[in-house]
């Protein structure tokens, strides 16, 4: 019997480990008009034609979502802050939002939840926005000051921080894929650039951060996909080379300093980031299968694909969802393992509105990241996204992500099967063998199409 396994016959985590979900404040809260998400959303780009409306009404009552994360067990949990409620205008600062703040953080800890707190997740006030967002070269001080103007309002209820949120994708969606505001297609060295200015306000909150509150825990969200070429020398090139754009880029300006080769020599390095960052956050969501195709120029010669047997989320409006791959947790924790600092999960998760394949994937990515701990990592938390359906982007309510079910209009929550099983694992700290006998089988799928989000359909 190894260490961490009882006479009981289950797996078990260290003793501090934290059992948390994560949440986004444009997704939740409800009602923000005031950044360009909010722009994007009356532009009509809303995929599903949704509207994001009161969310889960966070801004006005979070109690019934915090109860149901201390009723399953769980003692942590993310959420952002929004730049746009608490910087209105330029220059002008509202204590009203950061007392709002003060109340959700401290809502958190009388349930004994510890709260963690994301600067940025992928919203700008307008005016910030308007000014060319990160490309403005005031864009630096703007950050910084705002970062301070936080934490020195919030610093005695919290001390783990985040300062981005998937700097890759947001970088991606908002300049090369079209998803997200701005809506730029194709523009790589904008993106790279992006990316640095990303790294750059990243060092100054690091910094600002240490400064304000000198023990506090400092780091970002990596998305991180795996990239799985199909066979051939080629096939393996292009994954290579999506890796390389999308994984290795905000990474390795932590990691070195400077972007990969040749990406380096377009764009985009920001040597003084090298180390900043006490912790590594991973999201890790899908796998994607790719091959040579001439025919996908804008994809580097990609073709991107999930194939059919594989487990798959619910489809979004006009593309389905990646492959659930529970061992994607393995590739991406050995890569982040390479910084030697201690890796949170910050993110995993699938839409699933009907829980077809969501307990499956949570009990072998917890069955993965035991493994991954024996095996010397230092995983110190497991983040779901999320603990009640939220607005998801373009895709608006159309995907599910809960472990509660939300009908937004009636506010009315429901437990889900995986909410149960994800209470069950926090609550004792690990995993029963039943629990592991009984998802051991991959779920077979009854998905639609073949292609991924970000990526033309299998042709
Ligand atoms: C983002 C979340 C999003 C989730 C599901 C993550 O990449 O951080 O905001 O809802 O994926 O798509």
Known sequence: MSQTETSAGEIQFPKDFLWGVSTASYQVEGNNHNCQWSDWERQGRIRSGDACGAACDWWENADPDFDLAREMGLNALRLSVEWSRIEPEEG?????????????????????????????????????????????????????????????????????????????????????????????????????????????????????????????????????????????????????????????TFLRLVEHGELPFPLRLLDGNARDVKGACDFVGLNVYNRLHVAFDLRNVEYMFGRIFVPDHAPQGDPGVERPYGEAYPQAVRVAVERVGRLRKPIYILENGVPDARDRIRPWLLVNVVKELHALIGEGHDIRGYFHWTLTDNFEWTEGWNLRFGLVELDPKTQIRKMRGSGFLMGQIARSNGLSHDLIARYADEPSTNHVRTAAPGCPAER
């Not at 951060?209 to 795996?226: F, I």
């Open 92 to 248: 002008k600062w509202d204590s009203t939002a950061l007392d709002r703040y003060r109340a959700l953080l401290q809502g958190l800890r009388d349930r004994g939840i510890r709260p963690v707190v994301c600067l940025h997740h992928f919203t700008n006030p307008c005016w910030f926005e308007k000014q060319g967002a990160f490309l403005n070269p005031r864009a630096l001080a703007q950050f910084e000051c705002f970062t301070r103007y936080v934490v020195s309002g919030l610093h005695d209820l919290c001390d783990f921080w985040v300062t981005f949120n998937e700097p890759n994708v947001y970088a991606a969606s908002g300049y090369v894929l079209g998803e997200f505001p701005p809506g730029g297609i194709g523009k790589v060295a904008t993106a790279l650039r992006v990316t640095s200015v990303l790294a750059q306000c990243h060092l100054l909150a690091y910094r600002a951060l240490h400064e304000l509150q000198p023990h506090a825990q400092v780091g970002w969200a990596q998305h991180y996909v795996v990239f799985q070429p199909v066979a051939t020398m080629f096939d393996r090139w292009v994954a290579h080379l999506l890796n390389e754009t999308f994984n290795e």
